[in-house]
C-alpha cells in the first residue's frame, strides 16, 4: 500500500505537476504568473524595475519611493522629460528609451495613486497594492 501511494505521488510530480505549473493565474497574459510578476495588470515579459523597488516600470510611477504618486514625482518627472533616463520611461523594452509623451501620459494617469499591483511586493511601500 505503501509503495503504491508513493509511486502515484512520485508519477504525478514527474507527469502531472507540469500541467499545473502552467495554471496559475497570469491576469496581463505576459507569461508571468500573477504571484511573482512585477506588474500584474501590464504585459511586461522583461519584468524591467529600474529603480529595483521590486515594482515593475509598468507599474511604477512613484519615483520618490513615498508609496503614493504626488507632486514630488511629478517635479522629478519634469527634470527627466526629454532625457533618457530609464528610471521615467514606461515602454518595453528597456533601456532604450527617450523620456516623452507617452511616459508623461502614464504618469498623469497614475498621478495620485498607487504604485502597483505587484505580486512581489504587495503590501509595502514600493508596490503597496
Same mark, same amino acid.
Given at each position: 500500500?505503501?509503495l503504491?501511494?508513493?509511486a502515484?505521488?512520485f508519477a504525478?510530480?514527474?507527469?502531472?505537476?507540469?500541467?499545473?505549473?502552467?495554471?496559475?493565474?497570469?491576469?496581463?497574459?505576459d507569461?508571468?504568473?500573477d504571484g511573482i510578476?512585477?506588474?500584474?495588470?501590464?504585459?511586461?515579459?522583461?519584468?524591467?524595475?529600474t529603480?529595483g523597488?521590486?515594482c515593475?516600470?509598468? +507599474?511604477d510611477?512613484?519615483?520618490?519611493q513615498s508609496?503614493? &504618486? !504626488?507632486l514630488?514625482?511629478y @517635479?522629478?518627472f #519634469?527634470v *527627466? $522629460? /526629454?532625457?533618457?533616463?530609464?528610471?521615467? +520611461?514606461?515602454?518595453e523594452?528597456?533601456?532604450?528609451?527617450s &523620456? !516623452?509623451?507617452?511616459d508623461? @501620459?502614464?504618469? #498623469?494617469? *497614475? $498621478? /495620485?495613486?498607487?504604485?502597483?499591483?505587484?505580486?512581489?511586493t504587495?503590501?509595502?511601500t514600493?508596490c503597496?497594492?
Open positions: 500500500m505503501r503504491t501511494v508513493f502515484a505521488m504525478f510530480l514527474l507527469w502531472g505537476a507540469p500541467a499545473f505549473a502552467g495554471s496559475a493565474p497570469d491576469f496581463d497574459g507569461g508571468i504568473s510578476d512585477n506588474c500584474s495588470t501590464a504585459g511586461n515579459t522583461d519584468q524591467d524595475d529603480d523597488d521590486d515593475g516600470n509598468l +507599474c510611477a512613484d519615483y520618490d508609496g503614493v &504618486v !504626488g514630488g514625482d @517635479g522629478l #519634469g *527627466a $522629460f /526629454g532625457g533618457s533616463d530609464s528610471l521615467y +520611461c514606461h515602454t523594452p528597456n533601456p532604450p528609451c &523620456v !516623452g509623451l507617452d508623461f @501620459g502614464f504618469f #498623469g494617469a *497614475a $498621478f /495620485g495613486g498607487a504604485p502597483g499591483p505587484s505580486g512581489t504587495p503590501g509595502t514600493a503597496p497594492l
